[in-house]
């Protein structure tokens, strides 16, 4: 392995190099950017160590800069950090901090610091890949210092930790979702007793803010293949403490002979399947919770075998809580997942019965400009060990796809609006809002979706009187 550095980055690091020589004090590329670098992943930042003062440090490689770079800077954690941006490119982001070493308390992930050597800087990270350092010092400029044997977790692809794990995951809990997060971003492998140390700690996870939590579990779920760090979350226990309802979908339960698939599992190669597909965090929420209302509905009918009726609208309900416990957005993105959740069955539906256009007009009213998300989780949906089976529903889901093209070709009924309004109601008949112009207004909408009625005003006018007529009103005029 060897680490190829850009003009642009050499050329910074010329800067630090020289700006911590005139400081007299050593400094060192350290953790994720020689990881990244090593292993030809793409970084847009890099953290400086420096045996000194690292606010000084990023000040003094600031005024080497013509303009002179923002240096935002935390005095109670001596971090600073310096933005470089090269026209339209992403800005390359650098951090200085003082080598250090901690100490933790029991009840605590914040440690008491000291300032310290490099080797006390390193022996303080969490992992050996994130231990590895380049010298920017004038004796020994480039040389590698990998004293945990990081290179060689590296190609073996291994997650390892510096020290005794069992000690690294109690003082700091958050590096157990950081462990299974890099097996999942980078496809390695968790060294067994670091695995078992994480097992031993799980409970200690409940120090951690749910705000550091979740954003451990959206890495995860950004990743390439999601399903390798959701499984170690599940395995490990920490899934049961920090998302219990996706552990309530685990296990195939069998009454008579008759079982129902593993859910937990179904609901991994979802999200596997979309991530194939998309980047949309949101979009693989959706594939993670689709199913999450099956639990609660969960019952055995004599003759029939498993029925999860209504799972998809009790899921619907479960995404609020589930948003608001995990402290994730409660706004347009949580909306959207519901819908996702509420909708996921009618496509698939489709597919086992003659299509009408009213059934294709009411999936496109409902699903909106968000039609297509929901076909690619529907798609994403179809699992199967029967490769046979899932060509023939991908078979019968394309040809819905090509009927939702040619409805809303024709009516152009995604994210309609009837032709008349309520405004328009209350005028005509003189009435103030209540429950009779709702109910104009809803069979008005339900006329035209169910092709009774043309989608235009004047057979909207026409149908709206006749619908008055029969609930006893009269227009003003």
């Not at 992930?109 to 390193?122: A, F, L, M, S, Y």
């Not at 067994?192 to 550091?212: M, Y």
């Not at 069955?345 to 297509?372: M, N, Q, V």
């Amino acid at each position: 392995m060897d680490i190829r550095c850009t003009d642009k980055e050499l050329f910074v690091f010329n800067k630090i190099a020289h700006a911590a020589e005139g400081l007299g004090i050593e400094a060192w590329i350290i953790g994720g950017f020689v990881r990244d670098k090593l292993i030809g992943r793409n970084t847009k930042d890099a953290d400086i160590v420096c045996v000194g003062d690292g606010i000084e440090l990023a000040n003094r490689v600031a005024d080497r800069f013509n303009p002179r770079p923002h240096v935002a800077f935390f005095k109670t954690f001596g971090t600073a950090q310096i933005k470089l941006k090269d026209g339209e490119e992403a800005a390359f982001e650098i951090e200085f901090v003082g080598a250090r070493k901690e100490s933790y308390s029991y009840h605590s992930r914040n440690p008491e610091v000291k300032p310290g050597t490099i080797k006390d800087d390193q022996d303080r990270r969490d992992f050996t890949i994130n231990a590895l350092a380049i010298s920017l010092n004038k004796a020994d400029y480039g040389k590698l210092i990998d004293p945990f044997e990081g290179l060689k977790d590296l190609e073996n692809k291994l997650i390892r930790t510096p020290l005794d794990p069992l000690q690294t995951f109690s003082d700091d809990p958050l590096r157990m979702m950081r462990a299974i997060r890099f097996a999942s971003q980078l496809g390695f492998t968790i060294h067994p007793p670091v695995f078992q140390a994480i097992k031993d700690n799980v409970e200690r996870i409940r120090i951690i803010s749910q705000e550091r939590i979740t954003d451990e579990l959206n890495k995860i779920l950004l990743s390439k293949k999601p399903s390798v760090g959701l499984d170690l979350l599940y395995k490990s226990g920490l899934l049961h403490i920090i998302f219990p309802q996706m552990v309530d979908l685990a296990g195939a339960e069998y009454v008579d002979g008759l079982g129902h698939k593993d859910n937990f599992y179904h609901t991994l190669q979802v999200i596997d399947n979309i991530s194939q597909h998309t980047n949309d965090l949101w979009l693989r929420w959706a594939a993670l919770l689709h199913d999450i209302g099956k639990p609660p509905t969960k019952k055995f009918e004599t003759g029939h075998g498993w029925t999860f009726h209504g799972h998809e609208v009790v899921g619907g309900r479960m995404v609020p809580r589930i948003f608001t416990r995990l402290k994730l957005p409660q706004n347009e993105k949580m909306r959207f997942v519901r819908k996702l959740v509420e909708l996921h069955l009618r496509p698939i539906s489709l597919t086992k019965e003659d299509i009408t256009d009213s059934a294709i007009r009411r999936l496109l009213f409902d699903a909106g400009d968000d039609i297509d998300d929901l076909m690619l989780l529907c798609s994403a949906d179809i699992t199967s060990k029967n490769k046979q089976k899932v060509k023939r529903y991908l078979e019968n889901f394309e040809i819905v796809k090509d009927r939702l093209r040619e409805v809303e070709e024709k009516d152009r009924i995604r994210n309609w609006q009837p032709p008349i309004t309520g405004e328009m109601i209350m005028e005509i008949f003189g009435l103030s809002p209540c429950k009779q112009v709702g109910d104009i207004k809803n069979a008005i909408r339900e006329a035209i979706l169910d092709g009774k009625i043309d989608n235009n005003y004047d057979a909207a006018y026409d149908f709206m009187m006749k619908t008055a007529e029969e609930m006893g009103l009269k227009p003003l005029v």
